[in-house]
């Protein structure tokens, strides 16, 4: 018989083992009757030589090896028959540890989902991407490059260790019936989908044949556009769709759900058949280039051998590959700056959970406490101190199961709430689901914290004498568990403290950033992505008007104050950073200092609001042809010629390609990387360039990344239906998109800290709440063990007033250990916070001077209960009762 | 007559499933078998032996069927699993090794006194 059946099969056993025994007995009487005993003597010799039937029974039932789970079954009812006859304490408990646990394991599943899960392909941990890096280019600045299209294909046509595939991403105008619209699209290589292991939800892949130049123009849809723009027509296979002026077929449709790069399309496109000029030189780099390990092959081979191809170009195209090398990563999501949020509020809710914790803790020590006697008892009729140790656990156990469970149903229902509140959109969000690893994470979780607080108590509880604890009654035996108490409130209080003062500190934090001047005029002001006509783009001539005509329309459109088009605009919404040098000797790229480069109409720096200091703003007569010049800010102004005045002199900019310029002006500094993140920001200085005199060369590239900013008189939302009107252009084809305004922009630059402050906000409310209760039940239990004592006092004539001001003398005792604790937990837990959290001062006394007078307050309020009911004990009965 | 010795530590498993091993038996057997052929001179509480049976059951050493006695009554017949014969071979010649060696060693002590 297995152990199992052993185990279920329990009243059979006991049955046969009653029958065994009863043979036994009656063999042995009936031979002593042979041999001439009387029955009932016959009998009594048989029992004496057994030894005691119950006693045998007990031993067999020891061998039988399942005696643990028998005990563990017999403690499990015991634990749940508790639990009934206190249903106070164990709501407060279940509740309390359900808080705490549900709230970890929300923040577990979106970590589970967002940094632990792998991407969301078949054998993902195959994949790997390919990124460019140069000694020019600074990798800690930017990250690492993406590949030139050329060296891309070489690498797909010559590595045997990886599979590859290009990805590049792009845009157009999709018109034809109804309203034009802009799409994304990604241009890529036929392999993607193969090397993703992604079969798509109808029709083809691309095809080798696809991916040449001039072959018939096809493309894949996205699910979503599929649904959005084509209603989900069944028989979309082989219709077509016209992107920026070309018709394509429509070959097949990508799977629901499927993203690249943690994105969905709108549409698919060969890279092959894209003729761009970018795309065939080694001098740009705008293709994510990832790949799949051939069986059996490592990273190390395929770096190896990536480096090889590498150097081999790098030899034969000196002029765009020296000094070029490629590295090999395994393909992770890209998260950005969330990860450290992430990690820093499952900290924070580590926080809370222990404070629950603790406070279970000692409410299951007051209980201990008391049962005391019961334990005694349990010793003295011959359980063993593991035996007891192991029914306390079990009870925390249980605890912390019952607690779990109820945690696991709330993060249930909290985790999409969570998710959707997310500031901007969370990376990866489809990722964030309960899981098995969540499940187990919760059951580790409450599992441990159920041993965690059911550890002292146990171990408590055989420690005493067991002799005194039954001469005493129970009743006076206090020392050893003050303390412990005692130490259970202070470290519940310094958790408390550095939850509330990291909240401070983040409250400060926000009010500070959100007062800074921005360096602009933020209000009444639209921004929006324009996509010109596709037919224009063909001709330089031809996209020089058409933004001529862009700009003139949208003066013209009722409330419409200023406008001016501009590539990349403030709080994050781009960049284009350059090396600059104040003479004509440049140092080598990785030695010139770095400047945000910004193409602008002349009213630019009007729409935005933002102040000259110095010279002349860009005007209408900097055109082609005329003095090259730019207007640089404050930054740039100090850092490239210092005390002299800016005006007049030059600037070199090898990248650009042109130059030198001269300045003209110089205006004030904008907080480009957000209100929080501009001062640690590390490119800063900044100048702005006529668009006008950009060169041909550059021209559709760079019409392919305006925006139009436009400072109205009304509501900017307001006047965007006539704006977009205005601007559809003569084949109705042009679109804006991507419209937001700079108010909600710069307000959105602080989201981050807006949201950390909420949620610590919260954590440092409840943590707040959990050791009021805490200290509240702590001191209740402890007046109520010394209510005869204080009788007594009373008797002796100790005036109510003053065993109150005993009873908070020594909850303030337990508050100034807890707050100086905690004091250095929030010192360690600032600097945390300035480390991951931008804009963050360095430690300031005006948040633990703000924060910690609230919790002695709150600790104190929980303490005048128990003391008020302390100095009202009636001596009589208090003394009776001993 | 002699006083009866405690069993050694260990050697009661050992005896059981000798016993056992020529034939099933049920416990009250079992017990009598021992006391017979241990001519009185070893003392086996019967109390100690069911544990020890139920022990050596769940070991898997030993397998237990309810059966008919001669008698006409049901009672839980232990016969030797082939687990238990391996294990009544190994420990039956390792105690060999022991009493001869210890045997060995009392006539050498007897040797040096002469």
Not at chain 2, 52 to 77: C, V, Y
Request: one cysteine or more; a neutral charge.
């Amino acid at each position: 018989m297995n152990w199992w059946q052993r185990l279920f099969r329990r009243d059979k056993m006991e049955e046969q083992l009653e029958k065994e025994m009863r043979f036994h007995l009656e063999q042995h009487a009936n031979e002593l009757i042979v041999a001439g005993a009387s029955p009932g003597e016959a009998r009594r010799r048989a029992r004496m030589a057994l030894g005691g039937p119950e006693r045998v029974k007990e031993e067999c039932r020891d061998a039988r090896g399942t005696r643990w789970l028998e005990d563990f079954w017999q403690d499990f009812r015991y634990a749940m028959r508790m639990l009934r006859q206190h249903p106070g304490f164990a709501g407060v408990a279940i509740s309390t540890l359900a808080l705490g646990v549900g709230a970890s394991t929300v923040m577990f599943t979106v970590v589970n989902g967002v940094l632990l899960r792998p991407l969301p392909y078949p054998e993902a941990d195959q994949l790997v991407a390919v990124n460019g890096h140069t000694g020019i280019w600074n990798a800690q600045l930017f990250g690492e490059q993406n590949v030139a299209n050329p060296d891309f294909l070489d690498f797909e046509r010559e590595s045997h260790s990886l599979t590859l595939g290009g990805v590049l991403f792009n845009g157009g105008t999709a018109s034809g019936a109804g309203e034009p619209e802009y799409v994304n699209s990604d241009e890529i290589s036929p392999n993607v989908f193969s090397v993703l292991r992604v079969a798509l939800a109808k029709g083809r892949t691309f095809l080798a044949e696809d991916d040449k130049p001039g072959a018939a123009p096809v493309m894949i849809l996205g699910y979503s556009f599929w649904q959005r723009h084509f209603g989900g027509k069944a028989g979309i296979l082989g219709s077509s769709l016209v992107l920026d002026g070309k018709s394509y077929t429509i070959v097949g449709v990508a799977p629901a759900g499927f993203r690249l790069y943690d994105s969905e399309p709108d549409v698919y496109t060969p890279l092959g058949q894209d003729t761009a000029g970018y795309l065939r030189t080694r001098g740009a780099h705008p293709v994510h280039v990832l790949g799949r390990l051939g069986p059996g092959r490592t990273l190390a081979e395929a770096q190896a051998e990536l480096s090889l191809a590498g150097n081999r170009l790098a030899a034969q195209y000196n002029d765009t590959n020296r000094d070029r090398s490629f590295v090999v990563h395994p393909l992770r999501p890209d998260v950005g700056d969330v990860r450290s949020t992430l990690w820093l509020l499952l900290g924070a809710v580590g926080l809370l959970l222990l404070i629950a914790c603790t406070n279970i803790a000692s409410l299951l020590l007051a209980r201990a406490v008391s049962r005391e006697r019961e334990l005694a008892m349990r010793m003295a009729l011959g359980a063993g101190r593991g035996r007891l140790v192991r029914q306390c656990l079990t009870e925390s156990a249980v605890l912390g199961l019952a607690g779990g469970a109820l945690g696991v149903g709330l993060a249930a229902l909290g985790f999409q709430p969570f998710v959707a509140f997310w500031p901007g959109s969370l990376p990866r969000a489809e990722e964030v689901h309960l899981d098995w690893r969540v499940l187990l994470f919760a059951l580790t979780v409450s599992l441990a914290s159920g041993l965690l607080f059911g550890l002292a108590p146990a171990l408590r509880a055989p420690a005493c004498e067991l002799e005194q604890v039954l001469r005493a009654g129970g009743r006076s035996v206090v020392g050893s568990s003050r303390r412990l108490h005692s130490s259970f409130v202070v470290s519940e209080l310094a958790l408390a403290v550095v939850l509330l003062v990291s909240a401070g500190m983040l409250g400060r934090t926000l009010l500070r950033l959100s007062s800074l001047n921005p360096g602009m005029n933020t209000r009444n002001v639209l921004v929006a992505r324009m996509a010109l006509s596709p037919d224009v783009l063909a001709d330089t001539g031809r996209i020089r008007a058409a933004w001529q005509d862009v700009l003139e329309r949208a003066r013209r459109v009722p409330g419409v104050e200023l406008v001016a088009i501009v590539d990349t605009f403030p709080m994050r919404q781009g960049f284009n950073a350059l090396g600059y040098w104040p003479t004509a000797d440049v140092p080598p790229e990785n030695k010139q200092p770095q400047a945000l480069a910004t193409s602008v109409s002349p009213d630019y720096l009007k729409v935005m609001g933002i102040p000259l200091r110095q010279g002349r703003l860009l005007n209408e007569q900097d055109r082609m042809g005329s003095e090259l010049v730019i207007v640089i800010d404050e930054v740039l102004a100090q850092q490239a010629f210092g005390q002299e005045s800016a005006v007049g002199k030059q600037l070199w900019m090898p990248d650009t390609g042109y130059g030198p310029f001269v300045v003209v002006g110089v205006v004030g500094h904008v907080r480009h990387w957000g209100l929080a993140g501009d001062d640690q920001a590390q490119v800063r200085a900044q100048f702005y360039y006529p668009f006008a005199q950009l060169p041909d060369r550059l021209l559709r590239r760079w019409s392919e990344l305006m925006s139009i900013v436009v400072r109205t008189e009304v509501r900017p939302l307001s006047a965007l239906q006539s704006l977009r009107q205005e601007l559809r252009g003569a084949a109705g084809d042009q679109v804006l998109y991507e419209v937001h305004t700079m108010e909600q922009l710069t307000s959105d630059s602080l989201a981050r800290q807006r949201f950390l402050l909420l949620l610590f906000g919260v954590f440092a409310g409840l943590a707040l709440l959990l050791a009021s209760i805490g200290i509240y039940g702590v001191l209740a239990y402890l007046t109520g063990q010394r209510a005869p004592e204080i009788g007594i006092r009373i008797a002796l004539g100790a005036s109510p007033g003053g065993v109150m001001r005993m009873v908070l003398r020594e909850s303030l005792g337990m508050i100034v250990v807890g707050v100086l604790l905690g004091t250095a937990g929030a010192w360690a837990a600032g600097r945390v916070l300035k480390q991951l959290v931008e804009g963050m001062q360095p430690m300031e006394i005006s948040s633990f001077a703000t924060m910690i007078p609230v919790l002695v307050f709150a600790a104190l309020l929980a303490s005048f209960l128990p003391a008020r009911h302390a100095s009202r004990v009636d001596p009589v009965i208090a003394l009776r009762q001993e | 007559m002699q006083p009866k010795s405690d069993l050694p530590q260990g050697t009661l498993d050992l005896l059981l499933l000798k016993v056992v091993a020529l034939r099933p038996l049920h416990g009250y057997a079992i017990a009598q078998r021992l006391e017979q052929v241990s001519r009185h001179v070893v003392q086996v509480p019967q109390g100690s032996l069911y544990p020890a049976l139920h022990r050596l059951e769940n070991r898997g050493l030993l397998a237990a069927d309810w059966k008919q006695t001669e008698t006409g009554r049901e009672a839980k017949f232990y016969r030797l699993t082939g687990k238990g014969r391996a294990q009544l071979e190994a420990e039956a010649a390792s105690w060999e090794r022991l009493t001869e060696a210890v045997a060995l060693i009392l006539k050498l002590s007897e040797g040096g006194a002469e």
